[in-house]
Nanobody, 121 residues
């Protein structure tokens, strides 16, 4: 059973920073992509940052230059460093991973439970 567990959300003032973490637990063959999405009240879930094996990292235009996605491959963990936070960054942030459970499997996508980020002005 694969599980994604997020942490690091919270309340921060405008201009502040937060670091989100997401660890992939369970048995699997490989992680092929990991990313962060967010969903604000009344809005659709949107991509924040994504990296794929053998491909470039992608960021939403609204977070470029402020957010950085990184990974600790040995710990199956992905991070999202968020700097210069704005009120419009307030949302529930979700971790997403594309995994191969077995070497012969196709990619399966998993979601974390979400962590709330609130930026107060």
């Amino acid at each position: 059973q694969v599980q994604l567990v997020e942490s690091g959300g919270g309340l921060v003032q405008t201009g502040g920073s937060l670091r989100l973490s997401c660890v992939v637990l369970g048995r699997f063959f490989s992680i092929n992509a990991m990313g962060w999405y967010r969903q604000a009240p009344g809005k659709q879930r949107e991509l924040v940052a994504l990296f794929s094996r053998g491909s470039s990292t992608n960021y939403a235009d609204s977070v470029k230059g402020r957010f950085t996605i990184s990974e600790d491959n040995a710990k199956n963990t992905v991070f999202l460093q968020m700097n210069s936070l704005k009120a419009e960054d307030t949302a529930v942030y979700y971790c997403n991973a594309a995994l191969r459970v077995y070497s012969y499997s196709r990619d399966t996508y998993y979601w974390g439970q979400g962590t709330q980020v609130t930026v107060s002005s």
